[in-house]
C-alpha cells in the first residue's frame, strides 16, 4: 500500500475541543482532518490541507497557533499507512455538520476520558499529548 499524507486538527471553539463523529468506516469520534491533495507544484502544504479539512467538516474557521507533531504509526490507520502532521490551534464562525460524512461535537478537555475508547485511530493519544502541551 502506499503511504498518504494527512492534516489533523486539535482546535479549541469556545473552550471546547472540536471533534466530529464519522458516520462512514471507520465509525467513531475523530479529529477534524484528511488527506494532503496533490496540487500544481506537488503536495498540498499542512497548512492549507488543515485549513481546507477543518473547514469541511465543521464549517468553523481555524487559526492555526502551533504544531503538535507527526503521527505515523504502523496501524494507526486500518484503511492503510497514513503519515499525518498534527496542528493545534483557536476556531471561529458557524459549526455546520458536512452531510452524511460527519457530526461535529464540542468536549470538555476534561470529559475527554470518558471517551477514551469512542476515538477512531490514534486520536485519543493525540489529544492526550495536546493536553500535555497545553499544560506547560
Known sequence: MIQEYCADIVALYKDKLVVVERLSFPAGLALP?????????GLESVTDCALREFKEETGLDLEIDGRLGVYDEKGRDPRGPKSSEVVYGNASGIIRDEPGKTKVLLLGLSEIDNYRNKFAFDHYQIISDYKMLSRK
Open 33 to 41: 482532518g484528511g488527506r494532503r491533495d496533490i496540487v500544481d507544484d
